[in-house]
């Protein structure tokens, strides 16, 4: 098993930086196939992106290519997600989610109910 936390969530101005970290204790990070997902209040919940075991593969959501990154680093066992030039759009709990089963499908990895574990979520608030 693994224990997910996110952190660095907070209010931030349009066009403004974040970065979510996701710390992970238990199994060691690199077992698992990483996601970030979002919920905005009365909404569904969203694929944001996924990276694989190594972190050489990533997937976007098309409503932030090019604006969100997402990386590793499995020697630190925390999952980032960077994210630029916020919109208020973007404004949601963000969440982790981690598979140590999945392979890296781009089509099941934007499922968030193929995911085992998930943190708690940290609130991101982006003013227009």
């Known amino acids: 098993q693994v224990q997910l936390v996110e952190s660095g969530g907070g209010l931030v101005q349009a066009g403004g930086s974040l970065r979510l970290s996701c710390a992970a204790s238990?199994?060691?990070?690199?077992?698992?196939?990483m996601g970030w997902f979002r919920q905005a209040p009365g909404q569904e919940r969203e694929f944001v992106a996924a990276i694989n075991r190594s972190g050489q593969r990533t997937l976007t959501a098309d409503s932030v290519k090019g604006r969100f990154t997402v990386s590793r680093d499995n020697t630190k066992n925390t999952a980032y997600l960077q994210m630029n030039s916020l919109e208020p759009e973007d404004t949601a709990v963000y969440y982790c989610?981690?598979?140590?089963?999945?392979?890296?499908?781009?089509?099941?990895?934007?499922?968030?109910?193929?995911?085992?574990?998930w943190g708690q979520g940290t609130q991101v608030t982006v003013s227009s």
């Open positions: 989610a981690a598979d140590a089963a999945l392979w890296f499908d781009p089509t099941r990895l934007r499922v968030g109910d193929q995911y085992h574990y």
């Open positions: 238990g199994r060691t990070l690199s077992s698992y196939v």
